[in-house]
Every structure is written in structure tokens, then in C-alpha cells.
């Protein structure tokens, strides 16, 4: 509730600007405070792209700078078909030189070789945990027969 004795006669009062001492922080400006500054934008904010000045509230937005504003819809056809990473093809979902069976942890073996030209070796020690990265996660198991 408010009190009956409090009147307004002056709207205008508590519109002024504070005190200097009231509205600037001294831990900021330190003892001199001349040099506060205020630095303006580069840019028109968003919300004041149009219609900001009397002038353009009082006329139309161009229709060209209403266009370079326009964000094109995406439809679902333009993902493709969902069969591989291209549209309007089969994509890649199947590939001679990609096995089906996914490995797992690869870790290296030794080689029964010594020799420097011999290749080297790796076990797979199957899926660790359930999770692995994205690495692993793109190794399949191609068989000696699928290569030749």
C-alpha cells in the first residue's frame, strides 16, 4: 500500500543523472575520472536494423536489404535420400574393400620376423567396454578372400 502524505508534483524528479561518485565504480577508474571513456558499437544492433530513425519508421525497408536478411528454408530433400553421404545416387552403402564385421581394440603384436622390412602385425582383442572412438569405430574386418 502506499503512504496517503507521499505526493509527485514533479515527474521529472529522479530522472537526472546520478552523482558522479553514486554512478561510477573507483575501483575501475581509479582516482582520475576523465578518462572514462565510451567506446560505440561497429556495428547497428539487430533490433535496430530498420526503423530506428524517424525517417525509416515513416518509410518502407528496401526490399533488397529484406532479402540479404532472408535465411532460404531447408527442406528434407535437400539431405539426400539417406542412403549414403551424395543424393540422388545409391551412395556408399556398400564397398568392396570395407568388410562388414567391425573390430575391435587393435593392439600390437610382434612380428615372428625381426627384420626391418617385415610388416607390422596387430591383434584385435575385441570391443573394449562397448565404447571406443571413431577411429576404431571405422575399422571393419576385411577377409583375405574379399581383397583379390
Partial sequence: MSDAGTEYDDLSDGLELLPTDESLDGDELGDDVDELSYSPLDYRPADLAWGYTPREAHTHEPLSARLAREVPEVSDD????????????????????????????????????????????????????????????AVHIVEQDDLY
Avoid at 78 to 85: A, F, H, Q, V
Avoid at 87 to 112: H, K, N, W, Y
Avoid at 114 to 130: K, M, N, T
Fill in 78 to 137: 535437400d539431405y539426400g535420400d539417406g542412403l549414403g553421404d551424395t543424393s540422388d545416387t545409391d551412395g556408399e552403402l556398400l564397398d568392396d574393400q570395407v568388410g562388414t564385421l567391425r573390430a575391435g581394440r587393435i593392439v600390437f603384436a610382434e612380428p615372428d620376423s625381426v627384420e626391418p622390412e617385415s610388416e607390422f602385425w596387430a591383434l584385435d582383442v575385441g570391443i573394449d567396454g562397448g565404447e571406443s572412438s571413431a577411429e576404431e569405430a
